[in-house]
Antibody, heavy 122, light 111 residues
């Protein structure tokens, strides 16, 4: 059974750094893309970026390029999403997900983590 | 503004059918048969309900069906049940964004 298990909720102050994680199991972690989806309070879903753990190929959405860092450690089947300096506007639920790509483009996403709530407040 | 346009809300009584639309362009929905629909209950992760316009993953009731005409895709929920009350998001493969496109979401209320 494919599972994506995310790290727990975080409460941080503006300017602090943060790294959240997503551990995959039940499949060959290195051979599937994995990525992060943001959902701001009361809002819709937005892809932030994806990574191929096998060779660390990373694709960022233009809206998130330079704002976050996506990485993965295939030795422990874990993907990460990292901020160097959080802002209040980063307050959101973050989901990891395993998309399928066709011709380098995401075309469906069957597996999702349970979500990590990040709250950034003074 | 989302790249795919959905109505913000839809509603129906138990047992009725409701259809949610998702409008894109000739570069995404109109060109490719890679439309997906996701159901999201409050506080829960999205769940894939329909992929490739009309296909259902294992375990999704056949009350859920998908279709497409031109640049607009649709999700129909037949025989509405209380548990169908949720937010629904469409998504499409698109030429302009290699991460795919999401709609803004539709809140389905079962009256």
């Amino acid at each position: 059974e494919v599972q994506l298990v995310q790290s727990g909720a975080e409460v941080k102050k503006p300017g602090e750094s943060l790294k959240i994680s997503c551990k995959g199991s039940g499949y060959s972690f290195s051979t599937y893309w994995i990525g992060w989806v943001r959902q701001m309070p009361g809002k819709g879903l937005e892809w932030m970026g994806i990574i191929y753990p096998g060779d660390s190929d990373i694709r960022y959405s233009p809206s998130f390029q330079g704002q976050v860092t996506i990485s993965a450690d295939k030795s422990i089947s874990t993907a990460y999403l990292q901020w160097s300096s959080l802002k209040a506007s980063d307050t959101a639920m973050y989901y990891c997900a395993r998309p399928l790509l066709l011709g380098g483009v995401v075309f469906r996403t069957e597996y999702w983590g349970q979500g990590t709530l990040v709250t950034v407040s003074p | 503004q989302s790249a795919l346009t959905q109505p913000p809300s839809a509603s129906g009584s138990p047992g009725q059918s409701v259809t949610i639309s998702c409008t894109g362009t000739s570069s995404d929905i109109g060109e490719y048969n890679y439309v997906s629909w996701y159901q999201q209950h409050p506080g829960k992760a999205p769940k894939l309900m329909i992929y490739e316009v009309y296909k259902r993953p294992s375990g999704v009731p056949d009350r859920f069906s998908g279709s497409k005409s031109g640049n607009t895709a649709s999700l129909t929920v037949s025989g509405l049940q209380a548990e169908d009350e949720a937010d629904y998001y469409c998504s499409s493969y698109g030429e302009t964004n290699n991460l795919g496109l999401f709609g803004g979401g539709t809140k389905l209320t079962v009256l």
